[in-house]
């Protein structure tokens, strides 16, 4: 019986070793089948996840961010114990005690799963094997995937310490709001550093890694509340927190920027502009996408926030000035369904869903409305973002007498009496609210519009090239592409300049005479004949004259007489263009550049003429604080140095390239100050320290342009429609360009200070008669007298006329009105008398009319 009994549960004990072996046999199997080719685990050690690329202006305040992913890198000891405390009680409480699984909770997982015969399965996932499943596997509920992380949990487990996979952990997961990371998630749903965060706030983010949409803080309020509070009791269970802590942390309330009970963290960015946009645009470019965009760049950019508003207001000034006085009023484009404005819950929501401009202000914030009902002579409107009262709001027929309807088809129709002459129940509008000149306070709404007319807007330090402010446009919002850098305009006259800097290098003095008078020119497309913007022609003057009246047929003989080759060279070396073509129309300015290349440009004729490369950074860092570019290369002489002298500044030494003579920089200086205090620009630019520029209108006033520079700022505008079209009669650029110029000077020059123009070495001043060019002695004064710097060793020889090797043009009066053209009477089909003009010729077609 005994050994009945013996063989019996020898058996037993030889059935389960062999089991048990075959067992151990089958999952090692497995295990090795599974662990052949699985990615490596080692790589995450040098884990450097997408990070958010920031831009802080110069005085260190963030006005912008870019990523795919937000997410703000925490390493793992600057990440609190409460918030790593939290993450452990609500997703692996035994994180600490495993080696990268947990078999009980799996165990457990699998005996649920059984038992409800597949309706509830749930995870028994580490903190581990979550990081494997996010960094290198895919997320796939499959038993096959669950057999790879568990190997890869295990060998990371011998690889990373604790608190570097718990970092890992923290930083790559996705916490809803495009938050990825607890840093970030920190900042998107309570606008606070994790520093700052309560017991219950930290319990709330470790509620969301299983479902961020299904514990969403407004439409899942209640769901989140009860997964928050049960991770607050694992917590007090696990011991990371008292039981009165427990106690007072349920009674907190579920608050989040999502629900208003915090002010968001976009709330302190300003809106984003043409600025920081053109950064991300050239930096993609230099950077490549990926990285700009992950990389967690540190941007330090060039702008001058105090001067930034002040050129966008100056530019949004001039453009609304000349869309009002158009007195066009163009077509809503954006219309709400009259069924949506029945309710102020429906038409707010409807109108906060439009793509309307919210980011202009001139004369205060333009606010999007709405139309709700036109009356006998006003319209009643809802204003975003302001409270209704018991009267409401409205347009006054007052408010739109300065204006005629245009419709799509183009028509238009008479002058407006009545708001209901211009707009429709349902138009999508913007107003403004007006105020009394004497108290401020409110008078009523102004109905506005984004105007169609567009314009582009550069200031830039004369030295470093550094950009101070740029406005691409009336509005970002409305309209993204940026006219100061992106589009391509012809300059006009503002190109001359660089004619007249090619003639003084080549041996002319500003006291060189040429000729004013008519030119013929044949061309493949027939006879071109240029001519002044008056129309009228004034025999030889002095080149400063020239240019203060910004003479075409001076500029065309003085463009011949030197060679357009040279005038390309002198283009091409200042950046203006990369490849300018050797037209004799492109010495007035025909061929486009950008406003951008043109103020860099100007800006080496204000610093004596070295070369300038504009930036709007100065700086950028990597995300672990390495400089990986600098735009100033100057090198600091004294900068090493542990002390220095009391009063003195360190020694600078300059390493940039010279690109023209410093005389001739100081000489074209003084020339365009002549365009500033008595040509062209002498009506609307008028700054207290001494200012040089020049204007540019092209033909038919499709464009206009000033740019001008004191000693140490460079500022350039330039006004005209998208599709290039003439801005009608009286449009030039010192009326249109200057006022923005002036506005914004104004301020630049009492923050940034400016003082006459360095006179460089080797020259000497003679007076001479600015209309003749005649040498007149050193004690002569007047109107007419100026004095001009010449170089030492070089006697100027006057008297001397050029003509550019061109003959007159036959039967052109020489200081008179060019006479009409000739015409003919006709007999039409209709058996009718008609009287035509001559056939259109280059002449009438060509930039002759540049000026």
Known sequence: MFRFILSFFGGIFTTVTMAVFMVALTVGAVFWMYGRDLPSHESLAQYAPPTISRIYSGQGQIIDE??????????????????????????????????????????????????????????????????????????????????????????????????????????????????????????????????????HEAAFLASLPKAPSDYHPVRQKERLLARRNFVLKEMMENGYISQETLLS????????????????????????????????????????????????????????????????????RELEKYDRSRGIWREARVKLDPAQLETEES???????????????????????????????????????????????????????????????????????????????????????????????????????????QGGFVAMDVNTGRVISMQGGFSYQSSVFNRATQAKRQPGSSFKPFVYAAALDSGYSPATIVVDAPIEVNTPQGLWRPR?????????????????????????????????????????????????????????????????????????FANGGERVRPTLVDRVQDRYGKTIYRHDRRQCEDCARPLLQAGLAPNIVSNRERVMDPITAYQLTSMMRGVVDRGTAARTVNLPVPTAGKTGTTNDAKDVWFVGFTSNIVAGCYIGYDQPRSLGRGAAGGSMCGPVFQAFMQEATMKYGGGPFEVPPGGSFIKIDRFTGARLSNDASGETVVAEYFRDGEQPIFGITYDGGFAMGQNLPLVAEVGARQTEQVTTSTGETATVGPKADFGTLSSGGLY
């Open 66 to 199: 870019f990523a795919k992913e937000r997410r703000l890198f925490a390493p793992a000891e600057t990440i609190p114990d409460l918030v790593k405390q939290a993450f452990i009680s609500a997703e692996d409480k035994n994180f600490y005690q495993h080696d990268g699984y947990d078999l009980r909770g799996i165990a457990a997982a699998a005996y649920d799963a059984v038992m409800s015969r597949g309706q509830d399965v749930r995870g028994a996932s580490t903190i581990t094997q979550q990081v494997m499943k996010n960094f290198l596997l895919s997320g796939d509920r499959r038993a096959e995937r669950k057999i790879k992380e568990i190997i890869l949990a295990s060998r990371i487990e011998e690889t990373l310490t604790k608190e570097q996979i718990l970092e890992l952990y923290l930083n790559e997961i996705f916490l809803g709001q495009n938050s990825y990371g607890v840093a970030a998630a920190s900042q998107t749903y309570f606008n606070k550093p994790l520093s700052d965060l309560e017991p």
């Open 249 to 316: 942390e349920l009674n907190a309330p579920l608050r989040s920027v999502q629900n208003g009970d915090f002010e968001s963290f976009k709330a302190e960015l300003p809106p984003r502009d043409y600025f920081t946009d053109e950064i991300r645009r050239q930096l993609t470019e230099d950077f490549g996408e990926g990285e700009f965009f992950t990389g967690g760049l540190t941007v330090r950019a060039t702008i001058d926030q105090e001067m930034q508003p002040i050129a966008a207001e100056a530019l949004r």
């Open 347 to 453: 038409w707010r929501a409807a109108l906060a869903a439009t793509e309307m401009a919210r980011d202009i202000e001139l004369d205060g914030p333009w606010y999007p409305a709405v139309v709700l009902e036109v009356g006998s002579n006003d319209a009643r409107i809802g204003i975003e973002g302001v409270r209704e009262d018991e009267d409401g709001h409205f347009i006054a027929a007052q408010d739109v007498t300065w204006a005629r309807k245009r419709s799509q088809d183009g028509t238009t129709g008479n002058t407006a009496k009545v708001a209901g002459d211009l707009l429709e129940v349902g138009d999508v509008v913007h107003v403004r609210a007006t105020t009394s000149d004497d108290d401020g306070s409110f008078v009523r709404w102004s109905l506005r519009q984004v105007p169609e007319v």
């Open 532 to 604: 002044n913007s008056t129309r009228e022609f004034y025999g030889p003057t002095p080149l400063r004259t020239g240019i203060e009246k910004s003479r075409n047929l001076m500029t065309i003989r003085l463009a011949q007489q030197i060679g357009m080759d040279v005038v390309a060279d002198y283009a091409e070396r200042f950046g203006v263009y990369d490849n300018m073509g050797t037209f004799l129309a492109n010495s007035l300015g025909s061929e486009e550049t950008t406003l951008y290349q043109m103020v860099a440009a100007y800006a080496m």
